[in-house]
């Protein structure tokens, strides 16, 4: 599961340089327009690294503990208990993610097999940028899964820093 954790961490650095990038196709769209030019399809390659650094950010989140939940509750409850409530929570979210995943591999399928393009001054294939959803998405449900076995197992679910992991959820 090592190896694992690796990779979750590596997407969030890809989100982290998509977000990077956004920012430098702004300065870039900033001085060009002052010049009279500009980037064709800026937009569209800005929203697409937006929507990639979402997606691949959800992995790396979920493993440091990053997404919103309700631990007061959790607080209130006693183990074995909690720890139940833990498992069950955990399961019903990898349902629903496994849900959302196959119907997202099923979207991005059918812009492929429809050689569906975007509608900008650059035609891109739309099945390449929506591939990085699909990566963060499966990811993320691995991650979910992962998580659900370590409360299962009765192991640590997040790392708090770089050398330690917590059981808080």
Same mark, same amino acid.
């Given at each position: 599961?090592?190896?694992?954790? &690796?990779?979750?961490?590596?997407?969030?650095?890809? *989100?982290?340089?998509?977000?990077?990038?956004?920012?430098?196709?702004?300065?870039?769209?900033?001085?060009?327009? *002052? %010049?009279?030019?500009?980037?064709?399809? #800026?937009?569209?390659?800005?929203? &697409? @690294?937006?929507? *990639?650094?979402?997606? $691949?950010? $959800?992995?790396?989140? /979920?493993?440091?503990?990053?997404?919103?939940?309700?631990?007061?509750?959790?607080?209130?409850?006693?183990?074995?208990?909690?720890?139940?409530?833990?498992?069950?929570?955990?399961?019903? *979210?990898? #349902?629903?993610?496994? &849900?959302?995943?196959? @119907?997202?591999?099923?979207?991005?399928?059918?812009?492929?097999?429809?050689?569906?393009?975007?509608?900008?001054?650059?035609?891109?294939?739309? &099945?390449?940028?929506?591939?990085?959803?699909? /990566?963060?998405?499966?990811?993320?449900?691995?991650?979910?899964?992962?998580?659900?076995?370590?409360?299962?197992?009765? /192991?640590?679910?997040? %790392?708090?820093?770089?050398?330690?992991?917590?059981?808080?959820?």
């Amino acid at each position: 599961m090592a190896f694992s954790r &690796w990779i979750y961490k590596g997407c969030g650095g890809l *989100a982290a340089a998509m977000l990077c990038f956004i920012a430098v196709l702004i300065i870039l769209q900033i001085f060009l327009r *002052a %010049i009279g030019h500009q980037i064709p399809s #800026a937009d569209d390659f800005a929203a &697409w @690294a937006l929507s *990639a650094s979402i997606f $691949l950010a $959800l992995p790396s989140a /979920l493993i440091h503990g990053s997404h919103i939940r309700v631990t007061s509750l959790r607080g209130l409850i006693r183990d074995p208990f909690g720890r139940y409530m833990d498992i069950a929570a955990s399961l019903i *979210a990898l #349902a629903m993610l496994a &849900w959302g995943t196959v @119907a997202l591999i099923d979207f991005v399928w059918d812009s492929y097999r429809y050689n569906d393009v975007s509608h900008g001054l650059i035609a891109v294939p739309l &099945w390449i940028p929506q591939i990085a959803m699909v /990566l963060g998405s499966v990811l993320f449900t691995a991650a979910m899964a992962e998580r659900a076995i370590r409360l299962f197992l009765g /192991l640590p679910v997040e %790392i708090t820093t770089a050398s330690t992991e917590s059981t808080e959820v």
